[in-house]
Structure formats: C-alpha cells, structure tokens
C-alpha cells in the first residue's frame, strides 16, 4: 500500500486495530478488491466520454424544478427518476412510500424596512412557518438571551406585536477565500464562539426558544441569512412547525437591524406573506432502482443521493448534484455491462433537508436485511469534484478505500484520491451507519457550496457537470468493486 494520504496517526491506529481483531483482514481484504481491468475501463470510458449528466441535470432543474418533500414538484422528481431509471435498464424500478407529515406551500411574501429608512427588503419565509394575513408590521427587537432564566428576566412581557431578531448578527467568512490577515480570522472565529450555545443548558434553550418567543404573541421572527452579497439560508422542518411566522433576510440587513438598534434608533419592519399548510398528512417516497445480484442478490451495495431540496432555487448543489450522480452511475454501470455478484441498489431518498427523514425511514423499513448491506455510499456536498473518502470512524478500512480508488485516482485532484480518518455528518449515510452498516460520504470540492446550498442561487448555473460525471464514474468503479469483494465488511460500531 501506499501511505500518502493517510495520517500517522490513522495508520498507527489502522495497524493496531486490524492486528488485534482479525489477523492479517484489513491487508487481504485491499488485495481481493477486484481487478477486472477493461470492465473498470469501460465504466471509466462510459462515465467520462458518454456522459448523460448534463441533460438530464438540466431537465431536472431547469423543467422539473424545485423539489421541496411533499410538493407537486416533487411527485414529478419522483415519476421523472423512475422513467429514467427504466430507460437506462435498471431492473426493480419502484417508489417506496413513508410517512412524512404535514406539506406545506410557500406563498407570495413582501418585506419591507419602514424605519428609520423606508426600502423594501429581500428576504423569504422559513419553511414550515405560517403566513401574516395580510401586512404585519411592527418594531424590531433584537433577543440575545442564553438562557431560560436571562430571557425571563429580560424579554418576559415586552415582545408583544414585535418582530424579534433571533440573537447577533453572525459573522461572514468566505469558505472558498478565507481571512487575509490572523487579526480578521481571531475576530471572525470570536464571533462566532460568542455567539454559539456554550453547555447543554443554552443548547436546549436556542433550540426551543421560537416557541418562547411565539409564547409572548410576538408578531414574528427574523433571522439571518448569514451569508455573503444577500444570499440567503433557509430550513424548516413539519417536525418543527412554527406557531408564528418566521423570515429569513440578508445578512447585510441583519447587520444594519442590529447597528440601528445599538445606536438607539427605533427600527420598524413589515412582511406580508401567504403560505399554506395541507390539511392531511402526506406519504411521501423514496425511488429505487437496481442491478440484481448475480450470487449473493440478498446483499447489497447502496448508491444514494437525497432528490429533494429547497425551493428558493432549483436545488442544483443541493442536491440535484447528488442525485444526478446517482441515476448516472446506474446508467453508467448497465451500459458498462456489469453483472455484479452483490445486488447494486440505487436510491434517491426524499425528505432529506427535513431532518433525513426518507432515508431513516428507508433503513427502518429494511432494517431486518441491513446486516447484509455491503456499504452504502453517498453524495451530497454539493457539485465539486470527488476528492477523496473520509472513513468514518472504520480506519481499518484505509488501506481496502486506498485500493478501490487506485484505478481512478487520475480523476482525483493532482491525480490523487485521499483517504483520511474523520466522521462526516449531516447526510443520509447517517440513518444506516446507525445500523452498523459500513457507510460513507464522499469528500468533494467545495465549489461554492456553503453558499449555493440553501439558497435562492442554487440552480443549474452553479453546477458542474464535469464534476458531476467524475463523481457518478468513481461511484459506479466503487459500487462494482464493493459488489464483487469476496467478503462483506466489518460492520461499523
Ligand atoms: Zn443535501
């Protein structure tokens, strides 16, 4: 093996720990990685020179759009990704349903500042918050507090008919050019821990203080968009519906808001905003696809990508990106005429930006079969290139990744993929990792993510197609590998 990437203290740790659990597994396990090398030439040649990627990027944005759980847009994801999923040869093509909760619908909203100046605002509503019927303005207060005790104390009475700011102004950084000088990145990392929850106590309390705020008949929330030239974040969740309305506007505007009322001034905002709940709860579902098993069909290698989004853009980064991906390297594998000796199954989850709740539900569903799910590998850091692996607390599989990437490590950056200790959270490789099964989030170029996700830019101008391809083309080499290894992995913990 090649110990370039990894760090001393992984392979000290990858040593020791494979010595100690099972002689000689991890070395034998990187030998057996499959080398069948024109079909891993085909699938390359495939991927990279036959690409599907673009178009059917830009169907999905630019014609289908904005996929937020439980939309109309959805539903036509869902039914695009299966005829897809037919037209490319995949075998067992269905959707799965779950049980989502309620939808709910953004309606029109207008913001506006009307003192000390008068302009109109860009902004949105947070998701799964109620609308104003009709124009609600009132004056803003900025609520500090961090804790149940300093928010009595301070806020106890006083919010009635108020737009409440939900704590400072966070600081900007640039993650794709950071700060110039130590001084502006102390400063920036300053603000930052001042203005984060410091024990469980005040971690509990931001969690819950929206409700406080709506316990006190406030008129509403703002918060911060927290990110450069206007750009927009936004979340929401039915798990978490809002009893009052909530607005997400720039960070620019935030920062003003909170200089105007340090100096004393009186600052008065309205919005005017019409969204809908549904009345009943919704199912919603996850689309499956596969290419079965030729000798252990029951045993599974899982590609996947969340197909839903956020719906102030077209959901390009996030996670069109992904879930292009994927269909892409179900193509890219049938076409490649792989007959794998593992089941190779394709899912692109819904409910994902909710709380990863397609793909929880996807692996409580299949929990009784999940022992025999070889890994289960996702895409979702947006459009970047693939980088690398990060191992997710299984080091002892350093040297079997550093095997499976070797016959595309040319695609990697400086012709290198890296394999690095380290647990990624935040995506749907988290509901199977729960059960033990061996599973991963590839590392990729930022380009431009922390920005694009979330936000009203996250459309099909802000993808990568090249990227893209060279993402699906490793993922089906990793696929085809991990199907045909003789073994299935040691479980994780
Ligand atoms: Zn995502």
Redesign the pocket.
């Known amino acids: 093996m090649s110990g370039r990437h990894v760090s001393v203290a992984l392979l000290i740790g990858a040593a020791s720990c494979a010595l100690a659990q099972r002689p000689g597994g991890a070395a034998q396990r990187a030998e057996q990685v499959p080398r069948n090398d024109p079909l891993v030439q085909r699938i390359i040649d495939e991927g990279l020179h036959h690409s599907h990627v673009q178009p059917d990027l830009e169907y999905l944005l630019d014609v289908i759009g904005p996929r937020l759980t439980g939309s109309a847009g959805m539903q036509r994801a869902v039914d695009w990704a299966q005829q897809k999923f037919r037209e490319y040869g995949l075998s067992s093509v269905h959707a799965e349903s779950w049980d989502f909760g309620k939808g709910w619908t953004r309606g029109p909203a207008t913001m506006r500042l009307l003192a000390p100046q008068e302009r109109e605002l860009f902004g949105a509503s947070w998701a799964w918050s109620p609308g104003t019927n009709g124009p609600a303005a009132g004056d803003v207060v900025l609520v500090d507090a961090r804790s149940q005790a300093d928010f009595d104390r301070r806020f106890r009475g006083k919010l009635r008919g108020m737009w409440v700011m939900l704590g400072p102004a966070q600081p900007i950084t640039n993650p794709d050019a950071p700060p110039a000088t130590h001084a502006d990145s102390a400063r920036i990392d300053s603000i930052a821990r001042a203005n984060a929850p410091h024990s469980p106590e005040e971690q509990q309390f931001f969690g819950q203080r929206q409700y406080q705020i709506a316990n006190e008949h406030a008129l509403g929330i703002i918060r911060d968009g927290g990110k450069q030239f206007g750009l927009l974040s936004m979340s929401g969740s039915p798990a978490a519906i809002s009893p009052i309305p909530q607005v997400v506007i720039a960070n620019e505007d935030y920062d003003q808001f909170q200089r105007l009322l340090a100096r004393g001034e009186h600052v008065r905002f309205e919005a005017n905003i019409a969204n809908s709940f549904a009345r009943d709860d919704l199912k919603q579902y996850n689309t499956v696809a596969e290419i079965r098993g030729t000798e252990a069909p029951d045993q599974v290698v899982l590609l996947g990508a969340?197909l839903d989004s956020w719906d102030l853009a077209t959901g390009g980064t996030?996670?069109g990106a992904g879930a292009i991906a994927v269909l892409e390297a179900a193509r890219i594998l049938t076409a490649s005429g792989v007959h794998p000796k593992r089941t190779i199954r394709f899912v692109l989850f819904s409910g994902?930006?909710e709380g990863l709740f397609g793909s929880q539900a996807y692996a409580a569903d299949h929990r009784r079969d999940l022992e025999d799910y070889q890994a289960v590998l996702v895409l979702?850091n947006g459009t970047g290139r693939i980088t690398g692996m990060a191992l997710q607390g299984q080091n002892d599989l350093a040297d079997l990744w550093m095997h499976m990437f070797q016959p595309v490590d040319s695609l990697g950056l400086h012709g290198e993929l890296v394999v690095r200790s380290g647990i990624k959270t935040g995506?749907d490789h988290l509901s199977f990792t729960q059960y033990g099964v061996p599973g991963f989030n590839y590392d990729q170029l930022t380009a431009g993510y922390s920005h694009t996700?979330h936000s009203q830019i996250d459309d099909y101008d802000h993808t990568v197609p090249a990227d893209i391809a060279q993402a699906a083309t490793i993922m089906s080499v990793n696929a085809w590998q991990l199907a045909d290894l003789p073994e299935l992995l040691p479980r994780g913990r």
């Open positions: 969340h996030d996670n994902e930006e979702d995506t996700h």
